[in-house]
């Protein structure tokens, strides 16, 4: 268990006490049934939760279920003699997690669960028996594999990927690596600076070129001079350009927006912002306006050629498609649907796209292919491919952010130059 989420148990047992396990429920039954992002789940739940005072116990518990699924998932297999309904499933989770990782005597987790079983509509006594028998209950796990698995809350597909992309010891310092469970934001260039984040939020940790804050602390910035934006997708940014102060620029895949609305802010760039989505487009193109940035947005899908793009642009940006399994430490449900199958298919998506991309680039311009994935055959396997079936192009150079060693998601980038015949 990541003790830093460990703030369960200090509710009272009262009206709120109740209030509190519902809205959790609500926000957990929205990710594991209705397949939403954790991050609006969440945010929606306690938006209508009006005691702002069970805030941090709804997020903190919320983020424990999460963090502890595979565990839990493998009580819920050994425990119950068939699967349970999606519903009291749910409720099992929350009630296993308050017995067995939360601060909270088992009686009072037990009891809170059963209530919460009669307040959603399931059964409470089947609730109450199967919560009861996992307190202290140690699931058998048959080999070293499930047991990484469960150590590092880890579905073994990955796990077994992951140890042999980078070894046991590495690929469990990768998984347990606790990064902040905080909002990191930047300042926008020409409105604001460091400096004036370090007068505003003086006590927030700060990064080579933001800083991590609470959501309630936004609100001592004034509007447009902050922009949210990962420390990895920043360190991205910085990478693309190295050795490059001003050209074209073109982002296939670029929505939300956010890389490209820094990099128009790191020198002169003319850049072209691209999404197949159109109201992915507009959202661009807000974002954009809010942020005072000077860039094109174009309808365009990054797996078929067009030829109004063809040879035109200095920097080429392809950050694809990928597993996410890079930014599991911040974003728990990344794993949750994400199946083994998914990887080959997802490096097939990615290769299309570079091959792309390539006819885009100008002679002596610059191919960046990137990802927010740990795997090497969405990383290194993709770029040595492009790299053997694209002889035009050179690897210069690649960036490898990783979670224990750089305190940041993982992200993967590669730059490839184009050069003259």
């Not at 997708?233 to 620029?249: E, L, P, Q, R």
């Not at 728990?332 to 080959?344: E, G, Q, T, V």
Request: glycine share 6%; hydrophobic share 35%.
């Amino acid at each position: 268990m990541k003790n830093y989420r460990n703030n369960v148990g200090k509710a009272r047992k009262d009206n709120s006490t109740e209030l509190a396990d519902r809205a959790l429920y609500n926000a957990l039954k929205a990710v594991f049934v209705d397949g939403s992002y954790c991050a609006p789940a969440l945010t929606k739940t306690l938006k209508g939760l009006k005691n702002p005072r069970s805030h941090p116990f709804v997020t903190s518990a919320f983020y424990g279920v999460l963090d502890n699924n595979v565990r839990l998932e493998k009580l819920i297999g050994e425990l119950c003699e068939k699967r349970p309904d999606k519903a009291s499933a749910v409720v099992l989770k929350i009630g296993m997690y308050y017995c067995n990782y939360a601060d909270m005597p088992p009686y009072a987790a037990v009891n809170r669960t059963v209530e919460l079983s009669k307040n959603v509509g399931v059964c409470s006594g089947f609730i109450n028996a199967v919560v009861k028998r996992s307190i202290g209950f140690s699931p058998v796990l048959s080999n070293a594999l499930e047991r990484f698995s469960y150590a590092n809350n880890t579905p073994v597909w990955l796990c077994r990927q992951m140890i042999t992309d980078y070894g046991e010891n590495k690929a469990a310092s990768i998984l347990s690596a606790v990064l902040p469970q905080k909002t990191h934001i930047r300042p926008v260039s020409g409105r604001s600076s460091l400096s004036d984040f370090k007068n505003k939020v003086p006590t927030a940790e700060f990064t080579d070129c933001g800083c991590y804050v609470d959501r309630a602390e936004l609100d001592v910035f004034d509007p447009g001079t902050y922009a949210v934006q990962s420390l990895s997708s920043v360190k991205a940014v910085n990478a693309y350009i190295k050795g490059f102060g001003s050209g074209k620029v073109l982002d296939l895949c670029a929505a939300p927006g956010g890389k490209s609305v820094y990099l128009s802010e790191l020198g002169d760039y003319d850049i072209t912002a691209c999404d197949i989505y159109p109201h992915k487009l507009d959202l661009m193109r807000g974002y954009a306006k809010k942020l005072g940035a000077d860039i094109k947005v174009a309808l365009n899908d990054a797996t078929v050629p067009n030829e109004e793009f063809a040879g035109k642009f200095d920097i080429v940006i392809a950050d694809c498609p990928c597993s996410g399994t890079g930014t599991i430490n911040t974003k728990p449900d990344i794993m949750l649907n994400r199946k083994p199958s998914d990887i080959a298919e997802l490096t097939e998506l990615q290769r299309r796209i570079l091959g792309v991309a390539a006819a885009y680039c100008r002679p002596n311009g610059i191919l960046c292919y990137s990802t927010c994935s740990v795997l090497r055959s969405e990383n290194e396997d993709t770029a040595q491919y492009f790299a053997d079936t694209h002889p035009e192009f050179k690897l210069v150079d690649q960036t490898k952010l990783l979670p224990d060693t750089d305190r940041c998601d993982g992200f993967y980038i590669a730059r490839f130059l184009r050069c003259i015949k």
